[in-house]
Structures are given as C-alpha cells and as structure tokens.
C-alpha cells in the first residue's frame, strides 16, 4: 500500500462549481500536512498546510481526518486559473522527509 | 520568503555520460536537502535525503552510486546522475525545510538521447 494515496482524477468541472479531493494517508504517526499545487512541468508551491481544526483561506478549505486517516482540500466557486494538479504531502513525527500522493488533476472549464 | 535556486533548469545530454545537478539555498541555511524524481504524469518520488557534512540517505530502490549526491556546505547539494541512460530522463528536483515549511527548486528536466 502506497504511503499517501490520491484519485489522480482527472476531475473535469465547469467555473464556478465546487469540488472536492481526499488523500489518505497510511502511516498514523504522520504529523504534518500539506496540499501542493503544480503546474504542468513546474515544481510544486505550497496551497496551504492542514491543521487539525481545519483551516480556509480564500476559496480553499482543508482538513484532517486523524481517525480515518485522510485529508481533504475543497475549492469552491472554480477559477479557470485552479486547473493544475493537487497533491498532498504528510510528513511523520521525527522525519523531515516529505511524501507525496500521486496527485490529483483538475481541469476546470468555462 | 526563502528561496531554492536550481540548475540547470533543463539538460541534454548522450546516454553514458554524467550531469550534475545544483540546488542553493539563497537566504538560509539548508542542513537537509531532498532529492526527488518525477516522471510524466506521476508523483514526486523522493530519491534521497542529503545532509551536509555527512552521508546522504538513499530510499529503497535509488542507486546510490548511480545517483551521487553530495552536500559540501550549507547552501549547496548536488546530484550527479552517472552514466546515464535513456530511462534516467525525468523531471528532478530539490526540496530544503525552512523555517516555514519546505522551498522548492525549480527543477531540471533531464533527457538522455
């Protein structure tokens, strides 16, 4: 079983509409999370980290789910500009290595 | 915010011969350097964990001799691909913690004709 597992999508969606990916996650020490957002042939930049309450910023909601070992990033109301591929990445206590999902593309259209 | 400078940016270069790869910390100090691969339409696979002054740490199934990875000082790793080969053309690129989280390098795009 792969550490940190995504849908790689694609997922296809009109602008404006919501949408939602999960990433769970099989090491239950992990301590740190993270969603990343790449552009084709780009490296990542950091969307935003995941805390355990919760956190948003903007358009863009994440949480954790300890108990079930998953993360989730929504975006609501779809720019044109949002279609990249999402990855999230955990990191375990003690370890600064970082492991990433397979991804998830996400293709908004007008 | 901290900066990651990496190069080349993108490299050819004939099956057998070796390329080095460069990441610098611009304005901090990166104890712990990650390498990473990462193929058409796949994920970011870490390759190893350089840590300066000391021995980097490969992940089960990277070569280490093949994939020389040297980390001289605070701001600078390096990777060299040795004798590469056609299946070594991917996308690599470098990682270091910072204060706030984890920097990227831009990467290089290595083809191996």
């Known amino acids: 079983r792969k550490e940190v597992e995504q849908d790689p999508g694609p997922f296809n969606v009109p602008e404006g509409a919501t949408v939602a990916f999960n990433c769970t996650y099989s090491?239950?020490?992990?301590?740190?999370f993270f969603w990343y957002r790449q552009d084709c042939r780009k490296e990542p930049k950091l969307l935003m980290s995941?805390?355990?309450s919760g956190n948003e910023d903007g358009r863009f909601t994440a949480q954790l789910n300890r108990a079930s070992q998953y993360i989730s990033l929504l975006i609501r109301d779809s720019k044109l500009s949002d279609s990249a591929t999402y990855l999230c990445?955990?990191?375990?206590?003690?370890?600064?290595?970082?492991?990433f999902g397979t991804g998830t593309r996400l293709l908004v259209s007008p | 915010g901290a900066v990651v400078s990496q190069h080349p940016s993108w490299v050819i270069c004939k099956s057998g011969t070796s390329v080095k790869i460069e990441c610098r910390s611009l304005?901090?100090?990166?104890?712990?350097m990650f390498w990473y691969r990462q193929f058409p339409k796949q994920s970011l696979m870490l390759m190893a964990t350089?840590?300066?002054?000391?021995?980097?740490?490969?992940e089960q199934g990277v070569e280490k001799d093949k994939f020389l990875i040297n980390h001289a000082s605070l701001t600078l790793s390096t990777l060299t691909v040795t004798s590469a080969h056609p299946e070594d053309s991917s996308f690599y690129i470098c990682?270091?913690?910072?204060?706030?989280?984890?920097?990227f390098g831009s990467g290089t795009r290595l083809t191996v004709v």
């Open positions: 990682s270091a913690r910072d204060r706030d989280g984890y920097t």
């Open positions: 090491n239950s020490a992990s301590q740190s």
């Open positions: 995941v805390y355990s």
């Open positions: 990445a955990v990191n375990s206590r003690g370890f600064q290595k970082l492991v």
């Open positions: 304005d901090f100090q990166a104890t712990t």
């Open positions: 350089s840590n300066e002054g000391s021995k980097a740490t490969y």
